[in-house]
């Protein structure tokens, strides 16, 4: 067998290690990212007089906190082998979407259902 991600439509949908590394990394990477940011925001709210602060500060700062939560998640379901499945009809996820969104828990079918949580 040679190396083939990407095509998971079989439906069966487990990572080989290579993939599994990659996806870890970059989950990594975007939980750095995302909490170095807010971080920041976080100052930058603390530091400003109540009455500056704008609501969409706190909508970010929220956006923030939920997406390291469903990181987090991703890197849970990553080690127990359930990453990349919807949580809502059991399906592998596309592997594209993964691509752009590797935390993501739905198909888009089941994330158009009713937009769970977030935004
Ligand atoms: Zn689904």
Do not use: W
């Not at 990659?22 to 909490?35: G, M, P, S």
């Not at 976080?42 to 929220?62: G, N």
């Not at 590797?102 to 089941?110: I, L």
Request: a neutral charge.
């Amino acid at each position: 067998m040679t190396t083939n991600v990407g095509d998971s439509a079989s439906g069966t949908h487990a990572l080989n290690d290579a993939a599994t590394r990659e996806v870890r990394q970059r989950l990594e990477e975007e939980r750095r990212t995302r909490a170095s940011q807010l971080a920041v925001l976080e100052q930058a709210v603390e530091r400003s007089p109540l009455e500056q602060v704008e609501a969409s500060d706190y909508t970010r700062l929220e956006n923030l906190r939920q997406s390291l939560v469903e990181i987090d998640g991703a890197l849970r379901r990553l080690q127990e082998g359930t990453y990349g499945k919807c949580e809502g009809c059991a399906q592998a996820i596309p592997a594209g979407r993964l691509e752009i969104l590797p935390y993501v828990r739905f198909c888009v079918r089941c994330q158009g259902r009713g937009d769970r949580g977030a935004r």
